[in-house]
């Protein structure tokens, strides 16, 4: 299905995003690869292209609606359309709310979390409509549940959810595909070294490792390309979490003892 599509992917330097890309490109989609750093981008357009794709790097920030503007027209102007923007740049932030002192923080997170996504997908709209392609968020499982010391994450990522949910009303009868992912821990990525801590710095290496029950960005990828194969309107990687907002509804104790268990218990975050 991907075959001669363009994929736009935000965040495509590492992670999540640089795995997509290898996926999509492997499948034949020519991949326009978006993130600040020239160098990671450039090694995972070599990853592409050793798979067979075509890529396109464009640098640029998300926060920044003109850097969107820039990267879909770059886009058109190479590949003449654009049939899937994914829209997967992230940060995170680690630390108790009264231990913040940099309230830039919340600030930060929601410009690149929520703010990226609507620049991207208000400049991807009109070839979009063209193509009747799909917008793709990934989002987290924390775009419906609380987390202790990710108070600016959580928010962020429920206000792309909500954002989503919105749109989709807005796009009926366009032939445009809306899907929001929601994924658990994911393994092996840059997010949580990135993410801020209380003063506005990087956590760096201080959290410990991931538990077993976080998956990898290769299973989390393969999971996505299935769910834009479907024109799915919803992903939920693994697929038991979809019991999260009915466990917030019936059993909210037990949804708490286990979010607090897994972050005091193990020290497993986003
Ligand atoms: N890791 C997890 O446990 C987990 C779980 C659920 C959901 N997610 C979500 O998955 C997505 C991918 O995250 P990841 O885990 O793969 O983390 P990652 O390795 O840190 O990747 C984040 C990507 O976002 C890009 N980015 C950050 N700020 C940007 C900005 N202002 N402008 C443009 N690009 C920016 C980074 O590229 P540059 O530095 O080159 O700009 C990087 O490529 C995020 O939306 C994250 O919230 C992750």
Redesign the pocket.
Known sequence: MFAGQTVII??????????LARDLASCGARCVL????EA??EETATICKEVGGETLTVI????QPE?CGALVEAAVNKFGRVDIYL??????MWAPFEEVKDLNIFRRLM???YL?AVHGMHHALPYLKKSRGQFAA?????SRMGVPSHTG?VAS?HALEGFCEALRYDLEGTGINVLT???????G??????ACSADGSLVGDARRS?TSE?IS?EE?SLAVLEALRRRDRELVVPAKLRLVPWLKLFWPSLLRRKVRGKISGQGD??
Do not use: F, M
């Open positions: 935000t965040g495509a330097s590492s992670g999540l995003g640089r795995q978006h993130g600040r750093q990671e981008l640029g920030d998300v926060t850097d829209s997967n740049a992230g940060l995170s410009e690149v979390n990226g990934i989002a987290s499982i924390q994450y990522k992912v929601h994924p658990h821990w994911i393994r990525t840059r997010l949580r070294t990135n991931h976080s960005a989390c975050t986003e």
